[in-house]
């Protein structure tokens, strides 16, 4: 036990310390619940109410998981065009550095036009934040090659596909886990700002709905659960990204 | 087919101009170069940095085209003996890919030419370059000396028509380029590939060319064409030969005119 305890304090007591504070400073204040309610009784509204918490993770975690895939293979289907055509670099670049600027929040009255007031949309918005990361990072981890190595193909006479599959994605490796990681982070953080803008479902809607009826408990640990899990998607990608490096870098 | 004097690098009155912000004829780098290497034949280009003489070897592999003047190997363009897979390289950056094995990185050429892997003919050039047991490590795994051994065995994978070197030690402490050379001789002389070296090491070009051409500089030209005599198989003595330093230093004489006169 104190084997597995003594590195959790080394590693979350800021954490820990945080949520001490927390707890420390409304009871001794005395705010009324409403205002802020203690840390444990946000926790203690979660572990009583799964039933009504878990279907609506569920909602958030596919539109952002799908966001996720979509985004990350867009942003790298266009980064290997970008490759492979300085055509379609100088006009790519431009729009996607456009696109990305624009705050998201701006743009989900109008996908929501387009996409219906729903997990389409909220899975559009997802696609947008996490495409940028992969864009950049594939374009950048595609070029970036062993010393050497593009003579070498070239003297072999190697096919744009044979630099493309055997030299250039598998360079990329360490900048993709990049992006991945990036995104992770933040594709469930996107999806419950989407649904909470449109009221739709998942866990933001739920964020919305108890802001509304005041119970911030219910509206706290909907953010904890998300702040939860996209640290521990960012500490698994993170994983991850050691490994890429280790293998390909 | 051949080219008229059937060489197999045929180098004709190569010019090589670069480009140069407010020099509007540009840089002259090569100043009609004519060179001819002979099927069988290890060649080596001796020369100062910045003579040429990689700008020269990259043109043979179709990696720079000449500004005037023609490159053949074979009678061929570089361009259509590249593509199929005619040039075995070696570089001083070894260019193993890191993500693959020794094997793999040997059996690359294979793939990148969609042939079928031939496992007999990888085994038997990791047993030649003398790295058995290290099938499976990986390039950050070796040693500086180690990766070039690699470096070789993928040069040769393929039985190239013509084997092109660029400094492939040049990274190396002196000690494991000297047994490197040791190496690369005994390796060559089971193969007999034509083969181009490019150093600017005099005692690395004698004791493993059957024909040093030394370079000058600025713009680079073609100083003195000389064969080297010793017999092969060279035992290592060789280099303790009184011949051998004689060559050696008029060699690094001609390597350095302005610092003798």
């Given amino acids: ?249 | 087919m051949s080219g008229p004097s059937g060489a197999a690098i045929a180098l004709h009155d190569v010019t090589r101009r670069f480009p140069l912000k407010g020099v509007p004829e540009g840089v002259l780098a090569l100043d009609r170069v004519t060179l001819d290497v002979q099927p069988g034949e290890f060649v080596a280009l001796l020369g100062p940095s910045g003579c040429g003489k990689s700008t020269l070897l990259r043109m043979t592999a179709g990696l720079d085209t000449p500004s005037t003047g023609t490159v053949r190997v074979g009678g061929e363009t570089p361009a259509a003996v590249a593509a199929r897979q005619g040039f075995g390289v070696a570089f001083q950056d070894h260019a193993l890919l890191p993500w693959l094995t020794v094997r793999d990185n040997i059996a690359l050429p294979f793939r990148v030419a969609g042939k079928p892997v031939n496992q007999g003919r990888i085994a038997a050039l990791i047993a030649l370059v003398k790295l058995t047991g290290f099938e499976e490590a990986f390039p950050r795994n070796l040693s500086g000396g180690m990766r070039q051994r690699v470096n070789i065995a993928r040069a040769l994978v393929l039985q190239p028509e013509v084997l092109l070197l660029d400094e492939p030690f040049g990274a190396l402490d002196a000690v494991t380029r000297r047994h490197m050379n040791l190496e690369l001789q005994r390796i060559w002389t089971e193969t007999r590939t034509t083969t181009l070296l490019v150093t600017h090491a005099v005692e690395e070009a004698l004791f493993l060319a059957d024909r040093i051409v030394v370079m000058t500089g600025r713009p680079g030209r073609v100083a003195q064409d000389l064969p080297v005599p010793f017999a092969r198989p060279r035992p290592v003595e060789v280099m303790r030969e009184e011949r051998f330093h004689e060559m050696q230093d008029s060699l690094v004489l001609a390597l350095e005119p302005e610092a003798h006169d």
């Fill in chain 1, 1 to 249: 036990m104190d084997r597995l305890l003594r590195p959790f304090i080394r590693d979350w007591w800021g954490i820990l310390l945080l949520l001490l504070a927390w707890q420390a400073w409304v009871v001794l204040s005395g705010l009324n619940a409403i205002v802020m309610p203690r840390p444990l009784d946000v926790v203690a509204d979660i572990a009583t109410n799964l039933p009504v918490y878990l279907p609506a993770l569920g909602i958030s975690l596919a539109a952002a998981a799908f966001g996720l895939v979509g985004g990350f293979m867009l942003g790298l289907g266009l980064g290997i065009l970008t490759w492979a055509s300085t055509i379609a670099a100088g006009m790519l670049t431009p729009v996607t550095v456009l696109f990305s600027s624009v705050p998201v929040v701006t743009l989900i009255p109008i996908l929501a036009r387009l996409f219906g007031y729903g997990p389409g949309t909220v899975v559009a918005i997802t696609v947008i934040i996490s495409f940028f990361p992969a864009f950049v990072f594939s374009s950048a981890g595609l070029r970036a090659l062993p010393p050497g190595s593009a003579d070498l193909f070239r003297v072999l006479g190697a096919s744009r596909w044979r630099v493309l599959t055997s030299l250039a994605l598998p360079a990329a490796m360490p900048n993709l886990a990049v992006a991945l990681r990036i995104g992770a982070a933040h594709a469930l953080l996107a999806a419950m700002v989407a649904e909470y803008l449109m009221g739709s479902s998942g866990l933001g809607a739920m964020f919305a709905a108890a802001k509304s009826e005041l119970n911030t408990e219910r509206a706290l640990g909907a953010s904890l659960i998300v702040a939860a899990i996209s640290l521990t998607l960012y500490l698994l990608s993170l994983r991850v990204e050691h490994w890429a490096r280790a293998r390909y870098g």
